[in-house]
């Protein structure tokens, strides 16, 4: 066993150093030896014990005689035998009940001590009834006496150093329990003797090597500093490998700071946040976006809508007009439109956002030329709730608008996004679909963890979709798959688990 | 995104070639589909596709179409389309839409295919690209449905009207038994899932042959004689229902492409319509009805960023089965048969891209210079966050959607003010939380395991009602914090809201919370900042805690950040 010897506590070094190898060690030896109190030597023992610095040799039972206050009394003071009859030598002959009287001493205890002393012709009841001397003090009494003072010398007596005349003595002056009223309690004590293992011969060379001594400083105290004591000796080492005591700090949430690094990459690129309420209606987030209000993913299988109130109740012009005629025949869009007639009532419908493009739509009737923008927003997606899918989540989306940004431009954001964000090794473009946006690009990259996955869809928004909300230019549409990697970089594989209520699970939780 | 299964012998023979799985992989995106699994062991090509505004390509012939002629440029010709001028021989079939059905479901028009005897695999691949155009495209048979009869049973004309679904009966696909359209809709499984299409009105389509001879009850089930195909048929009639003309013979257009380059002859039919429509009263079908695109060079060079010649964009679209021709500044492109989706130059753009070949587009930064800002809540909340965090508390995030149980009733509140959802998947998950207090809660009843104290907070989206706001709601960004222990009390939340304020420059006064369930009465207040209610705080109900299931004593506090800031 490998002892760090700086994790020892002085009580276990002092003992190392006090003993050595083959020596009985026994409490009573390190009580006189060192000083150390009971509690102590059975807390040395047993760390050290622990360690396999000592081995119990031997455990013997013994009996041992306790002297109690009552007995402490009685030898300075007297046994009664005793001193009935230097009463009655120094007094003459008396009563019983007047020697008692005289003497303090309960009527019982007077007449089981004449009864002793009269057996043995030490005493005699005379004529009067009254107590006389008749002969020498009894061996008996003589035997208790010195009993008492041997036990008064050692505070007890053990059973083993009695002769048989002395046991039989010591037996009606003893109690195993309530024996407060008895000059000696009888108690059942076990020896343990400990050696020295060959691993505590090891340790305490060790500590001999290391030059500790058990006397060290402890904890530095502001009386050390200020008297100057701790001048006087040697601060105790301390294992620098010692368990830890656990803290619980104050900290923030795992995934919300992985988003917050996301919007700080994202500001650094020169994007500027938006936000906006998680109540949208049928017009901002399906109709701005030129999908037919037929379209399949408009379904009521698809969306969340609100209860109550069920219609907003108007949607902004020019926009709601221009719009609908966007979609009726493409009005100034140069599109043909989608050739149905717009519904002025569905569009009002409130539904929960579905997508974060529609706060980009939003954006749009108040954007800046050249602008760029971003969301990390929620959104509710009518879905089953598994690993894979949350009832809501959030969506990480952006424009770049400009006069003459181009397909060139939307890949060379691609990339900028795949290298900076998600520290892509490389980059590939495939063609997609999105109802808002033509082209449409998705990006793929190659994670060094994930391998390849998808990161994100994007495109240029349609004329559909910018004319209408007023803008003439060039947009560049975005979106980001952010929680596959958030889940990668927080060691997850459940995206339930982001949004977990349990107070351990978030407060152990880190990123990479 | 619809996705089909192919047999693989199937696919490499309208393919022409076999090809490896990393080949499909490479060659896919150019029809914007997905290799989603090759199932070896029974020979089945997954493919998924993403493009839901191109129909054509949901089938195997329609993807193994695009791939060809991307690699050849050799765009197919399909010579069995008519067009206004041009009517393709009939011989005598043909289709009579009859007026009853106007308003109900109002067309009806169909094609014969002949000259390939179906095998297993043939009439399961028909039958999923007819099932893809009517559940995807045709939002699940409500505006396309389609039926395929064994023609040879059939005697031309077929007659399509709405008929008395109480008196009309037939022995319908699948059954034994003679049933009435309206007993179909009660008793068969296609017409519990399909008949409500119809249902709410006095007459229901219903297609029969010049015999009287049930052909099918659109859009629910065909009859068990002529409707049922079988492997072994060779000899087909399909035919298409809707309310919407374009799709009905965009649909026909795909489906007979696909039969063509399957091997079958497809056969004209006469449509005779009870209504005027853009293409007049008869047409011969499949008829090509599509109109000319065009798009600007410019239009072009401005969204590619790419100065592409006029000949490089008509062999881009070529490759992408489109012919095109160049004249001054402007492509004009002749729609393919089966395509329909060239709303506005831009389509024809993106096709120019695909065909062209996205990779020899150079990515490029885009070179205007713009500040980046984050939201003035978000700026808020992170300082909010910073001191809170000081104060020790643990930083959580919850899910919007929950249950009534939890948001209202575990809360003692009325729930007046909650926002709920009309039709939610589950009662989990009915109603926007118009509180953070309950999320908090509910992280307290499922914690009892952590070691105390437990000091948690939110910053996050809340929803309540709100008359004046044109939805009718207020989304708020609500900053809720919660602190439970052995004897946490009033004094310690109103000394966190003194700390928080007094570092975000707050002055601010408390009031009486007044009846507010979920705090001890006399033991929370309400905070006031300019002279309005910004939030309120105090010691947690027992009544609360009791229907939470805890048992430790809390605070908590809730604060409307938007306010806040102002």
């Known amino acids: 066993m490998d002892i760090d010897v700086k994790n020892l506590h002085p009580l276990e070094v002092k003992l190392l150093r006090y003993v050595n190898a083959g020596e009985d060690i026994t409490e009573e030896r390190i009580a006189n030896g060192l000083g150390y109190k009971t509690g102590q030597c059975n807390q040395a023992f047993s760390w050290l014990s622990a360690k396999g610095c000592l081995e119990e040799v031997s455990r013997t039972k013994r009996t041992i005689y306790e002297l109690t206050d009552t007995g402490r009394a009685m030898q300075k003071e007297g046994l009664p ?69 041997k036990a008064a010398a050692a505070s007890f007596l053990d059973e083993s150093s009695l002769s048989d005349e002395e046991k039989k003595a010591i037996a009606p002056l003893s109690k195993k329990r309530g024996a407060s009223s008895s000059p000696f309690r009888i108690q059942e004590r076990e020896d343990v003797v400990y050696h020295l293992t060959a691993d505590g011969e090891k340790t305490k060379d060790a500590v001999i090597k290391a030059n500790i001594t058990g006397e060290e400083f402890g904890v530095l105290t502001p009386q050390m500093i200020q008297t100057g004591a701790w001048k006087n000796g040697t601060f105790r080492p301390y294992g620098i490998n010692a368990p830890t005591s656990r803290l619980i700090p104050g900290r923030r949430n795992a995934y919300s700071e992985y988003l917050q690094w996301v919007k700080d990459k994202l500001i650094s690129l020169g994007f500027e946040e938006f936000d906006g309420p998680l109540v949208e209606n049928e017009f901002w987030n399906g109709d701005a976006l ?141 063609p997609g679909y999105f109802p808002f946006t033509e082209p449409s690009i998705e990006v793929h990259i190659k994670h060094p963890v994930l391998g390849w996955f998808e990161l994100g869809g994007s495109g240029i928004f349609r004329p559909e979709v910018t004319e209408p909300l007023g803008i003439k230019e060039p947009v560049l549409a975005w979106g980001l798959g952010i929680d596959r990697m958030a889940l990668m970089h927080l060691g997850l594989n459940d995206l339930r688990e982001l949004f977990t209520p349990d107070i351990e699970s978030v407060r152990t939780r880190r990123g990479n | 995104m619809p996705k089909i299964e192919v047999p693989e012998n199937i696919f490499f023979h309208l393919l022409g070639k076999k090809m490896t799985d990393d080949e499909l992989v490479d060659i896919f ?93 043939l009439l399961v691949n028909l039958i999923q690209s007819q099932e893809k155009l009517c559940t995807n495209f045709g939002r699940k048979r409500k505006t396309i449905a389609m039926g395929i009869y064994r023609s040879e049973l059939i005697k031309y004309p077929v007659h399509y009207a709405a008929v008395d679904p109480d008196k009309t009966k037939f022995v319908p696909l699948g059954m034994d038994e003679e049933l009435s359209l309206r007993e179909i809709c009660a008793k068969h499984p296609k017409g519990k899932e399909y008949g409500h299409i119809v249902s709410s009105f006095p007459r229901f389509p219903y297609l029969y042959d010049d015999n009287g001879d049930t ?191 939890e948001y209202i009733d575990n809360m003692h509140v009325t729930g007046d003010d909650a926002v709920f959802i009309a039709n939610p998947m589950s009662e989990n998950y009915e109603v926007i939380r118009p509180s953070v207090l309950p999320c908090l809660l509910e992280s307290e009843s499922v914690s009892g395991h952590a070691v105390y104290p437990h000091n948690i907070f939110e910053i996050g989206k809340i929803t309540v009602k709100d008359a004046e706001d044109n939805s009718g709601t207020r989304t708020i960004d609500s900053l809720g914090f919660f602190s439970s222990n052995v004897a946490v009390g009033y004094n310690d939340a109103a000394s966190y809201i003194n700390t928080l304020m007094y570092f975000l420059r707050k002055d601010y006064t408390l009031s009486e919370a007044g009846d507010d369930p979920r705090f001890i009465p006399g033991r929370a207040a309400a905070i006031i900042y300019k002279g309005e209610k910004v939030g309120v705080f105090g010691e947690t109900h027992p009544q609360v805690l009791e229907s939470w299931g805890c048992s430790m004593p809390s605070i908590m506090a809730e604060i409307d950040l938007d306010k806040l800031m102002m």
Not at chain 1, 113 to 123: E, M, N, P, R, V
Not at chain 1, 124 to 134: C, G, L, P, T, W
């Open chain 2, 29 to 121: 995106p150019v029809a914007k589909a997905e290799l989603d699994g090759h199932d070896k062991e029974n020979s089945v090509i997954k493919i998924e596709l993403n493009d839901t505004n191109r129909p054509d390509l949901w089938s195997a012939a329609g993807v193994a179409r695009a791939l060809k002629c991307y690699e050849s440029g050799v765009i197919p010709h399909y010579d069995f389309f008519s067009t206004a001028d041009d009517e393709k021989p009939s011989d005598g079939r043909m289709v009579i839409d009859d007026e009853s059905a106007i308003g109900i479901r109002d067309y009806s028009i169909g094609f014969a295919a002949r000259g390939k005897t179906v095998d297993n695999d």
């Open chain 1, 81 to 149: 035998a005793e001193r009935i009859y230097s009463f009655l030598k120094d007094n003459g002959p008396h009563a019983m009940p007047e020697i008692a009287s005289a003497l303090s001493l309960e009527k019982s205890d007077v007449g089981s001590a004449f009864g002793l002393l009269s057996s043995k012709g030490s005493l005699k009841m005379n004529d009067e009834r009254k107590a006389e001397i008749a002969g020498e003090i009894a061996d008996e009494v003589k035997i208790q006496r010195s009993i008492l003072d």
């Open chain 2, 215 to 405: 052909l099918s009850f659109p859009p629910v089930i065909n009859s068990a004689r002529i409707g049922a195909v079988e492997i072994g048929d060779s000899d087909f009639f399909i035919e298409v229902s809707g309310p919407i003309l374009d799709d009905l013979l965009l649909a026909v257009s795909i489906l007979a492409c696909d039969m063509s380059d399957m091997g079958f002859e497809i056969l004209p039919v006469k449509c005779r319509f009870a209504k005027d429509t853009p293409y007049g009263r008869e047409i011969t079908v499949p008829y090509y009805f599509q109109k000319p695109a065009t798009a600007s060079l410019e239009l072009v060079h401005h969204k590619l960023g790419e100065e592409l010649s006029a000949e490089e964009c008509i062999k881009a679209l070529q490759k992408m089965g489109v012919h095109a021709a160049v004249s001054g500044e402007e492509i004009t492109i002749q729609v393919p048969e089966y395509r329909n989706d060239f709303l506005h130059g831009v389509d024809i753009v993106e096709d120019i891209m695909i065909g062209h070949g996205l990779a020899s587009f150079a990515p490029v930064m885009p070179a205007d210079f713009t500040i980046g800002r984050l939201s003035p809540v978000e700026e808020f909340s992170r300082k909010v966050k910073g001191i809170l965090v000081g104060l020790g508390f643990q930083e959580m995030m919850y899910n919007y959607l929950g249950s009534r149980r």
């Open chain 1, 290 to 430: 030129f999908m037919p209000q037929f379209h399949s993913a408009r379904d009521i299988h698809d969306v969340y809508y609100v209860k109550d109130p069920v219609h907003a109740k108007q949607i902004d012009e020019p926009w709601l007009s221009q719009v609908a005629a966007t979609h009726e025949n493409g009005w100034q869009t140069g599109s043909r439109g989608w050739g149905y007639t717009f519904d002025h009532e569905f569009t009002r419908r409130q539904v929960l956002r579905s997508q974060g493009t529609v706060l980009s739509a939003h954006q749009l009737t108040k954007a800046h030329v050249p602008g760029k923008y971003f969301g990390v927003v929620r959104c509710f997606r009518y879905d089953q709730v598994d690993a894979t899918h949350g009832a809501d989540f959030y969506q990480t989306e952006g424009i770049v608008i400009g006069k003459d940004v181009n397909l060139k431009n939307l890949l060379g954001l691609l990339k900028m996004f795949a290298e900076e964000i998600a520290g892509a090794e490389e980059v590939k473009y495939v």
